[in-house]
């Protein structure tokens, strides 16, 4: 297996990676590779989710990249090169003199009008968004319209004067922390782009009011989708979604020059869309770690429940406190039961009762729901299935962070699970 996605890389692939017959599993997606994808030895069996991200690849349409150009188009491609050269620069700079012209007016023009957004949110990305355009398209924020409430406001879904369906989360700046809380959000959400994130469309903001304009996830999020009665998911859809999730923590850890830390993942904040991929909310509380910095100390708490031992006792947050949230979320999704479940008294956790029920009676604590929809399937397969998630969701929830597992490992570890799982139902299906 061989995990080199999210690493800034740019270039071809090599050739030469098609003479390693062992090679079963390959992921080089949301990189800068260039050139043509090769097409021999065990590239014959990658999907096109092995290349996500690197828009300058081509080659096999199986990939879902452009065919690679042909030498007869080279005398095509250099007439090309000169217009590029020496007369589109030519044109770009009276575009981009009269588009400074045009921005320098409306600036002055909203400095007058309307109070400035936070510095956090850069002003160009972003669609500018009235209060009045809110209130209309929310019908004045109506409880019909309330998506949810957290610890500093409430979302509402919203429509905006183009059609397009919003989910607007409006702060309650009544609340101690609000303003910073926004702020945070802010800086934390105009510096990470990634396709398991939410994405900010824009910002509402005045003397009185706070607003984060979001993209509307259709399908609602993961604890509505694990404790509904109307639907279950089944164990690859769980793991598909534990998979986009550690996805998005490595990115936040490990994918930019100063690390992010979540500091509040729960399946409240995991979101899921019409496909069922994964949408990471809530910047809320999130905290950015200077360079060569390990921790922080805060006096802000994340929920009961999923906040690490150390956050909780003394403010102490790291990334580690991510992985920790993030294997209770894993326990939390096989076994159906919240860390908070009433049945957690006196010194039992959810992480005890797993850790009690192994290595005999680990089947007795795996949701009933689950293993009902994955009737009839192998038993000893399953039963290795879960114990490997099981025993993520326990290494990842260790007490002390120096003995919670690295959430790259993680990823490496989920994606053979996946990989494993697909493999299993692909062959039952040839079966049938």
């Not at 012209?101 to 957004?117: A, I, W």
Request: charged share 20%; aromatic share 8%.
């Amino acid at each position: 297996m061989l995990n080199l996605s999210y690493n800034n890389l740019s270039g071809s692939i090599l050739k030469s990676l098609e003479a390693l017959s062992f090679l079963k599993y390959l992921n080089v997606s949301f990189n800068e590779l260039s050139g043509e994808i090769p097409s021999g030895g065990p590239f014959v069996k990658f999907t096109a989710e092995s290349f996500l991200g690197n828009k300058a690849l081509c080659g096999n349409q199986l990939f879902d990249v452009p065919p690679c150009p042909s030498s007869a188009s080279s005398k095509g491609l250099r007439v090309k090169e000169i217009l590029l050269k020496y007369f589109l620069p030519g044109i770009s700079s009276i575009i981009i003199l009269l588009a400074l012209v045009y921005m320098l007016r409306r600036y002055q023009e909203s400095k007058m009008q309307v109070p400035s957004l936070p510095n956090a949110m850069p002003l160009l990305e972003h669609r500018m968004i009235s209060y009045q355009e809110l209130c209309q398209g929310t019908n004045n924020f109506c409880e019909s319209n309330l998506l949810g409430a957290g610890g500093f406001g409430s979302v509402y879904k919203g429509v905006l004067s183009d059609g397009t369906i919003v989910a607007v989360k409006v702060l309650n700046l009544q609340l101690v922390g609000a303003f910073k809380s926004f702020d945070a959000e802010c800086k934390v959400l105009q510096t990470i782009r990634h396709r398991n994130l939410v994405k900010v469309i824009s910002t509402c903001s005045n003397p009185e009011f706070r607003a984060l304009v979001l993209q509307y996830i259709s399908n609602g999020n993961l604890e509505r989708w694990l404790y509904s009665h109307n639907y279950c998911l089944n164990l690859l859809q769980r793991v598909n979604i534990m998979v986009d999730v550690a996805s998005v923590l490595d990115y936040l850890h490990h994918g930019q020059s100063e690390l992010i830390v979540h500091c509040d993942l729960k399946p409240t904040n995991i979101l899921l869309d019409e496909d069922m991929v994964v949408h990471v909310a809530d910047f809320g509380i999130a905290k950015i770690l200077a360079k060569n910095k390990d921790f922080i100390q805060t006096k802000t708490l994340g929920t009961l429940g999923y906040i690490a031992p150390e956050f909780g006792s003394e403010g102490k947050v790291s990334i580690k406190c991510d992985v920790y949230s993030y294997g209770i979320i894993l326990l939390e999704m096989i076994t159906r039961k919240k860390p908070t479940d009433d049945m957690f008294v006196g010194e039992l956790t959810l992480r005890q009762w797993i850790n009690g029920s192994l290595p005999d009676k680990m089947m007795e604590v795996v949701d009933d729901g689950l293993l009902r929809i994955e009737h009839g399937r192998d038993v000893i397969f399953m039963e290795s299935i879960f114990s490997s998630i099981i025993e993520l969701g326990l290494k990842c929830s260790e007490e002390l962070p120096v003995e919670r597992i690295d959430i790259k490992d993680v990823l490496v570890k989920l994606n053979k699970i996946k990989l494993t799982l697909s493999e299993n139902r692909n062959r039952g299906a040839r079966y049938l």
